[in-house]
C-alpha cells in the first residue's frame, strides 16, 4: 500500500527551481534513497513534504489525504518525522528529556500544568526503550550538547523515532560519523525499516547501495532515475549526471 | 544490567538528598521571612521589603518568559502597570470600598486581557523581532497613560488612594494601611504565586515551554503547536506580572507612570539576570540586591546606577547565569 504520493511538486526560490516537478510514491516498509549531487534538491524537497517550505506547485498526499500547505507540527501529527542535515536537537536538555519530550508532544499530556513530568508513565517507559534501542542508556543523564557528533546525530533519530512515526525521512544521518558510528547507524536504520517507510538522503555511497529496497536520483531539481541499486549502478544517465563524474 | 541499576539507585538517592536540603532551605527562608516584622521595627524597612517581594514576583514572571520560554521583554513593567493601574483606577472612580479580593480578580483579569490580543501577534515572531514589538507597545501603554491626565492624573499619577481591608469570609484580619499586615499579605501572595509558578514549571506543560526555548524548530517538528504554547508562556508571565501590579497598588495607594517606563523594564531585565534566569527563586534574590543597592548607594551618590551597572558587568563576566549560578558552581566544586 503507498503511504506518500507526490505529484508534480514543485518549489521555486526567487528565480531559480529547487524542486521541479517532481513525482514520487513511497509504499510501506520501504527503504528508499535519494541521491544526488549537492544542490539537487533532495533536502528542498524534505522541506516541503514536511512544511518548512511551502509548496509552489503540486500536491504531497500521505496515506490518502492532502497534506500540501499544512504546518509542520500538523504534519509530524499525521505521522511523518524526520531529521535534519544539521543536527537539530534540544542542547540544554539531558539526552533523555529529548526524547521524553518528543513522546510526551506524540503521546499528549502537555496541556498538564499541575502535575509531575513522571507522572505521565507511559512516556517515560517509551522513553527508556527508544534510548536503549539506540544504545543512549548510559548517556541518558547528560546534556545533549555534551554528547558526541556521533550521538546527537543518533539522539536526532531517537527524537523522531519518539513521534511514532509511519514515514521517517532521514537527511544525511551519517554526515560526520566514524566508520564505526556509521557501521551501527546502518544496522539501525535498517531495523527501522522494516517497521516504518524510510526515505534516505545519503551521500554515503556504500551506505545507499547496501541498505535501499529502492533508489531515486535527483538532478537540478528533478527525478531522472528510480530503480532498485543494482539497477541505479547500471544506469547510464546517472552515471553521467552524477557517479561518472567521481571516477 | 545490576550493576547499572545499583548506579541508578545510588543517583536517585543523591537527588533525593539534594531535593530535601532545598526544601530545608526554603523552609528556613520562609521562617526567616516570616519572623522578619518581629525583629525589624523599622517600618520604612519593611515597606521596603514587602516592595522586594513584589518585584521579585515580577522579575520571576519575567524569567517565565525569559528562561523557561525563551521570549526577551524589555518592557515586562508594562503588564504590572497595567494590573496598578486598573486597582487604582477602580479604587478612585468606581469604588473606594471594594474588598481586596475583588480588586485582586480585576487587576488581573484586565491584565490578562490585554495581553491576551498583543501576545497572539507577538507570539508569531522571535527574538530580535519579539523583543522589539514588546518595547513598541510597552512604549505605546507609557504614553496612553502619560497623556490620558484626565483619567490618569498624567505624571502625577494617581495619589492618596484607599486600602482595602483584609479579609477572610467575614473576618477582617487587619488594614493594608499596617506596614506589618501588607508585608504579611504581600507574602503570602507571592508565596503562593510562587509555588504554584514552579510546579506549573516542573509540569509537562513546563517542559514544553523548555523545548520551544531550547529549539523553536525542533519543537515544532515533534508536532508542538509552537505558537499556542509560546502565548500561554506569554499570559501566565503577565498574568503573574498583573498579580504583581494589584499588590503594588495596595503597598504604594498610589501609582504613577515610571511604573511603566522603559527604564523601569531596563531595571526589571536587570534584576532577572542578576538573580540568574530559569531559576524562579534567582529574580527575588535579583530584585532584593537591586532595590537594596539602589536604596543605601542612592543615600550616598545619586550616581547610584554605576555602582549597580558595576555589579552588573562583573556577574555578566564572572557568572553568566547570575547570582544562582554561584549555587550550581558551589555545587558543582563539592562534587568534585
Same mark, same amino acid.
Given at each position: 500500500?503507498?503511504?506518500?504520493?507526490?505529484?508534480?511538486?514543485?518549489?521555486?526560490?526567487?528565480?531559480?527551481?529547487?524542486?521541479?516537478?517532481?513525482?514520487?510514491?513511497?509504499?510501506?516498509?520501504?527503504?528508499?534513497?535519494?541521491?544526488?549531487?549537492?544542490?539537487?534538491?533532495?533536502?528542498?524537497?524534505?522541506?516541503?513534504?514536511?512544511?518548512?517550505?511551502?509548496?509552489?506547485?503540486?500536491?504531497?498526499?500521505?496515506?490518502?489525504?492532502?497534506?500540501?500547505?499544512?504546518?509542520?507540527?500538523?504534519?509530524? *501529527?499525521?505521522?511523518?518525522?524526520?531529521?535534519?542535515?544539521?543536527?537539530?536537537?534540544?542542547?540544554?536538555?539531558?539526552?533523555?528529556?529529548?526524547?521524553?519530550?518528543?513522546?510526551?508532544?506524540?503521546?499528549?499530556?502537555?496541556?498538564?500544568?499541575?502535575?509531575?513530568?513522571?507522572?505521565?508513565?507511559?512516556?517515560?517507559?517509551?522513553?527508556?526503550?527508544?534510548?536503549?534501542?539506540?544504545?543512549?542508556?548510559?548517556?541518558?543523564?547528560?546534556?545533549?550538547?555534551?554528547?558526541?557528533?556521533?550521538?546527537?546525530?543518533?539522539?536526532?533519530?531517537?527524537?523522531?523515532?519518539?513521534?511514532?512515526?509511519?514515514?521517517?525521512?532521514?537527511?544525511?544521518?551519517?554526515?560526520?560519523?566514524?566508520?564505526?558510528?556509521?557501521?551501527?547507524?546502518?544496522?539501525?536504520?535498517?531495523?527501522?525499516?522494516?517497521?516504518?517507510?524510510?526515505?534516505?538522503?545519503?551521500?554515503?555511497?556504500?551506505?545507499?547501495?547496501?541498505?535501499?529496497?529502492?533508489?531515486?536520483?535527483?538532478?537540478?531539481?528533478?527525478?531522472?532515475?528510480?530503480?532498485?541499486?543494482?539497477?541505479?549502478? *547500471?544506469?547510464?544517465?546517472?552515471?553521467?549526471?552524477?557517479?561518472?563524474?567521481?571516477? | 544490567?545490576?550493576?547499572?541499576?545499583?548506579?541508578?539507585?545510588?543517583?536517585?538517592?543523591?537527588?533525593?538528598?539534594?531535593?530535601?536540603?532545598?526544601?530545608?532551605?526554603?523552609?528556613?527562608?520562609?521562617?526567616?521571612?516570616?519572623?522578619?516584622?518581629?525583629?525589624?521595627?523599622?517600618?520604612?524597612?519593611?515597606?521596603?521589603?514587602?516592595?522586594?517581594?513584589?518585584?521579585?514576583?515580577?522579575?520571576?514572571?519575567?524569567?517565565?518568559?525569559?528562561?523557561?520560554?525563551?521570549?526577551?521583554?524589555?518592557?515586562?513593567?508594562?503588564?504590572?502597570?497595567?494590573?496598578?493601574?486598573?486597582?487604582?483606577?477602580?479604587?478612585?472612580?468606581?469604588?473606594?470600598?471594594?474588598?481586596?479580593?475583588?480588586?485582586?480578580?480585576?487587576?488581573?483579569?484586565?491584565?490578562?486581557?490585554?495581553?491576551?490580543?498583543?501576545?497572539?501577534?507577538?507570539?508569531?515572531?522571535?527574538?530580535?523581532?519579539?523583543?522589539?514589538?514588546?518595547?513598541?507597545?510597552?512604549?505605546?501603554?507609557?504614553?496612553?497613560?502619560?497623556?490620558?491626565?484626565?483619567?490618569?492624573?498624567?505624571?502625577?499619577?494617581?495619589?492618596?488612594?484607599?486600602?482595602?481591608?483584609?479579609?477572610?469570609?467575614?473576618?477582617?484580619?487587619?488594614?493594608?494601611?499596617?506596614?506589618?499586615?501588607?508585608?504579611?499579605?504581600?507574602?503570602?501572595?507571592?508565596?503562593?504565586?510562587?509555588?504554584?509558578?514552579?510546579?506549573?514549571?516542573?509540569?509537562?506543560?513546563?517542559?514544553?515551554?523548555?523545548?520551544?526555548?531550547?529549539?523553536?524548530?525542533?519543537?515544532?517538528?515533534?508536532?508542538?503547536?509552537?505558537?499556542?504554547?509560546?502565548?500561554?508562556?506569554?499570559?501566565?508571565?503577565?498574568?503573574?506580572?498583573?498579580?504583581?501590579?494589584?499588590?503594588?497598588?495596595?503597598?504604594?495607594?498610589?501609582?504613577?507612570?515610571?511604573?511603566?517606563?522603559?527604564?523601569?523594564?531596563?531595571?526589571?531585565?536587570?534584576?532577572?539576570?542578576?538573580?540568574?534566569?530559569?531559576?524562579?527563586?534567582?529574580?527575588?534574590?535579583?530584585?532584593?540586591?537591586?532595590?537594596?543597592?539602589?536604596?543605601?548607594?542612592?543615600?550616598?551618590?545619586?550616581?547610584?546606577?554605576?555602582?549597580?551597572?558595576?555589579?552588573?558587568?562583573?556577574?555578566?563576566?564572572?557568572?553568566?547565569?547570575?547570582?544562582?549560578?554561584?549555587?550550581?558552581?558551589?555545587?558543582?566544586?563539592?562534587?568534585?
Amino acid at each position: 500500500m503507498d503511504i506518500l504520493r507526490i505529484e508534480e511538486l514543485s518549489h521555486f526560490f526567487g528565480g531559480v527551481t529547487a524542486v521541479n516537478r517532481v513525482n514520487l510514491l513511497f509504499v510501506e516498509n520501504e527503504l528508499r534513497s535519494i541521491i544526488g549531487p549537492n544542490g539537487a534538491g533532495k533536502t528542498t524537497l524534505f522541506n516541503v513534504i514536511t512544511g518548512r517550505f511551502p509548496a509552489s506547485s503540486g500536491r504531497v498526499i500521505f496515506r490518502g489525504r492532502d497534506i500540501t500547505g499544512r504546518s509542520s507540527h500538523e504534519i509530524v *501529527r499525521f505521522g511523518i518525522c524526520r531529521t535534519f542535515q544539521k543536527s537539530s536537537i534540544f542542547s540544554g536538555l539531558t539526552v533523555f528529556e529529548n526524547v521524553r519530550i518528543a513522546r510526551q508532544a506524540w503521546h499528549g499530556g502537555s496541556h498538564r500544568i499541575f502535575s509531575r513530568r513522571d507522572s505521565l508513565k507511559a512516556v517515560h517507559q517509551e522513553t527508556q526503550a527508544i534510548l536503549e534501542r539506540l544504545g543512549l542508556t548510559e548517556k541518558a543523564r547528560l546534556l545533549a550538547s555534551n554528547l558526541s557528533h556521533g550521538d546527537q546525530r543518533l539522539l536526532e533519530i531517537g527524537i523522531a523515532l519518539a513521534g511514532h512515526p509511519k514515514l521517517l525521512l532521514l537527511d544525511e544521518p551519517t554526515a560526520g560519523m566514524s566508520p564505526r558510528e556509521t557501521e551501527a547507524t546502518t544496522q539501525l536504520i535498517r531495523q527501522l525499516a522494516r517497521k516504518v517507510a524510510v526515505v534516505l538522503v545519503e551521500h554515503d555511497m556504500d551506505v545507499v547501495m547496501s541498505i535501499s529496497d529502492k533508489i531515486s536520483v535527483m538532478h537540478q531539481g528533478a527525478i531522472i532515475a528510480e530503480g532498485t541499486p543494482d539497477e541505479i549502478q *547500471r544506469n547510464e544517465l546517472v552515471r553521467e549526471a552524477y557517479l561518472g563524474k567521481e571516477e | 544490567m545490576s550493576e547499572n541499576n545499583d548506579s541508578e539507585g545510588e543517583r536517585d538517592m543523591e537527588a533525593s538528598k539534594r531535593q530535601s536540603r532545598t526544601v530545608l532551605v526554603f523552609l528556613l527562608l520562609v521562617g526567616f521571612l516570616i519572623a522578619l516584622p518581629f525583629f525589624m521595627d523599622n517600618r520604612f524597612y519593611l515597606r521596603l521589603a514587602t516592595e522586594i517581594l513584589i518585584y521579585g514576583l515580577l522579575a520571576m514572571s519575567l524569567d517565565v518568559l525569559l528562561g523557561y520560554t525563551g521570549l526577551l521583554s524589555f518592557m515586562h513593567c508594562a503588564y504590572m502597570g497595567i494590573g496598578a493601574y486598573t486597582v487604582a483606577l477602580y479604587l478612585k472612580f468606581v469604588d473606594p470600598a471594594s474588598s481586596w479580593w475583588f480588586l485582586m480578580i480585576l487587576g488581573v483579569g484586565a491584565t490578562f486581557l490585554v495581553a491576551l490580543p498583543i501576545g497572539w501577534l507577538q507570539v508569531r515572531t522571535g527574538g530580535f523581532a519579539f523583543a522589539l514589538l514588546t518595547v513598541a507597545f510597552g512604549m505605546m501603554y507609557y504614553t496612553i497613560v502619560w497623556k490620558a491626565r484626565g483619567v490618569t492624573g498624567g505624571d502625577d499619577g494617581l495619589i492618596g488612594l484607599p486600602s482595602p481591608d483584609i479579609t477572610l469570609g467575614n473576618w477582617v484580619l487587619g488594614s493594608l494601611k499596617d506596614p506589618i499586615s501588607i508585608y504579611f499579605f504581600t507574602l503570602g501572595v507571592v508565596l503562593v504565586c510562587y509555588l504554584l509558578t514552579k510546579r506549573i514549571m516542573h509540569s509537562p506543560f513546563g517542559a514544553v515551554l523548555e523545548s520551544i526555548r531550547e529549539n523553536e524548530e525542533r519543537a515544532s517538528f515533534i508536532g508542538v503547536h509552537v505558537h499556542r504554547y509560546k502565548l500561554m508562556g506569554w499570559m501566565l508571565a503577565c498574568t503573574l506580572g498583573g498579580v504583581s501590579g494589584v499588590l503594588f497598588t495596595f503597598l504604594k495607594c498610589s501609582v504613577s507612570p515610571t511604573v511603566m517606563e522603559s527604564s523601569a523594564g531596563g531595571a526589571l531585565l536587570m534584576m532577572t539576570l542578576l538573580g540568574g534566569v530559569g531559576t524562579l527563586w534567582g529574580p527575588f534574590i535579583g530584585a532584593a540586591v537591586y532595590i537594596f543597592v539602589q536604596d543605601y548607594v542612592s543615600t550616598m551618590t545619586e550616581h547610584w546606577m554605576i555602582f549597580l551597572g558595576l555589579v552588573l558587568i562583573f556577574l555578566v563576566l564572572f557568572t553568566p547565569k547570575g547570582i544562582a549560578g554561584f549555587r550550581d558552581s558551589l555545587l558543582a566544586g563539592e562534587k568534585k
